[in-house]
C-alpha cells in the first residue's frame, strides 16, 4: 500500500510545476504524496486571493484520497491577506473537511524560529507589490527583515522556469553578515539542489519555502526523518 507511513495531501496552484516535484523527490520510504490544484496563472495580489477561496473545494478532493494531513502549497496565497491569514485558511479547511491542515507560510515561520532566526534576509522571484505583502506579514510575526529583493516576474510558469543557481546567486548577491538566515521564498522556485551549498558557503540556515513545508508536514505526520542534503533545518530539529 502506498502510503503506509503517512498520506499527505497538497494543494497547489494549477500552474505550479514545481513543488510536486521537489517534495516527490526526497518523500521518505512509506510516505506517499497526492495533489489537488486550484486555479492561478499570475502571482498577484487579486488572483491570490481569489486562488484562497477556491481551497475547500480542492481540499473535500484530497479527503477522498484517506490523507492525514493538507499541505496548503502557495507562499504568497497563504500570507496575502496579512497577520493570521494563513491560519484563517487552514482554520477554514479544517472545518470542512475535519483533516489537520498547514500551510506554507505556517511551516517557514515554525521554521524559522527553530533556527533561531530573528533577522532575515529574503529572495523571492516576486513583484514589489507581493514582496511588500510578504515585508508586512514576517514583520507582523516578529521578524526583522534586512532585505527583501525579487526578480519582478508575475507569470507563474516563468517563475517554475527558474534554474536553482538563480536562486543561489540573487541569496548570495543579497547576504550581510547581520543575517540570521536567509529565506527563499516560492513554492515554485526550485531550490533543494542549493541549500546545502549555500548554508556551506555564507554560514547561516537557509529556509526555503519547499523545504520548510515538506518539514513541517513530515513533523506534523511524526515522520521524523533527517535529509542532510536539505540543510540544517532537517539534520538538527
Request: glycine fraction near 6%; include cysteine.
Amino acid at each position: 500500500m502506498y502510503g503506509w507511513r503517512g498520506r499527505l495531501g497538497l494543494i497547489v496552484p494549477s500552474s505550479n510545476t514545481t513543488m510536486e516535484m521537489e517534495l516527490h523527490g526526497y518523500l521518505p520510504e512509506g510516505v506517499s504524496l497526492h495533489t489537488s490544484r486550484m486555479p492561478l496563472r499570475n502571482v498577484t495580489e487579486e488572483e491570490l486571493v481569489k486562488m484562497g477561496s477556491l481551497a475547500v473545494e480542492s481540499a473535500k478532493l484530497l479527503r477522498d484520497a484517506g490523507v492525514e494531513l493538507i499541505l496548503y502549497g502557495c507562499t504568497s496565497g497563504s500570507f496575502i491577506g496579512g497577520k493570521d491569514y494563513e491560519k484563517e485558511i487552514e482554520a477554514k479547511i479544517e472545518d470542512e473537511v475535519k483533516i489537520p491542515v498547514i500551510s506554507t507560510s505556517t511551516a517557514v515561520i515554525e521554521a524559522l524560529k527553530i533556527l533561531d532566526a530573528q533577522s532575515i534576509l529574503v529572495v523571492t522571484p516576486y513583484t514589489d507589490e507581493i514582496n511588500q505583502r510578504e515585508k508586512e506579514f514576517l514583520e507582523a510575526n516578529e521578524f526583522e527583515v534586512l532585505d527583501i529583493r525579487g526578480l519582478g516576474i508575475e507569470d507563474n510558469l516563468k517563475i517554475g522556469r527558474l534554474e536553482p543557481y538563480e536562486a543561489y546567486r540573487l541569496a548570495k548577491a543579497s547576504f550581510m553578515d547581520e543575517a540570521d538566515a536567509i529565506f527563499i521564498s516560492c513554492t515554485n522556485w526550485r531550490t533543494f539542489e542549493i541549500i546545502e551549498a549555500l548554508e556551506e558557503d555564507l554560514g547561516v540556515p537557509v529556509v526555503t519555502s519547499n523545504q520548510a513545508s515538506l518539514w513541517l508536514a513530515l513533523r506534523e505526520m511524526d515522520v521524523m526523518e533527517k535529509i542532510p542534503e536539505l540543510g540544517r533545518l532537517f539534520v538538527e530539529y
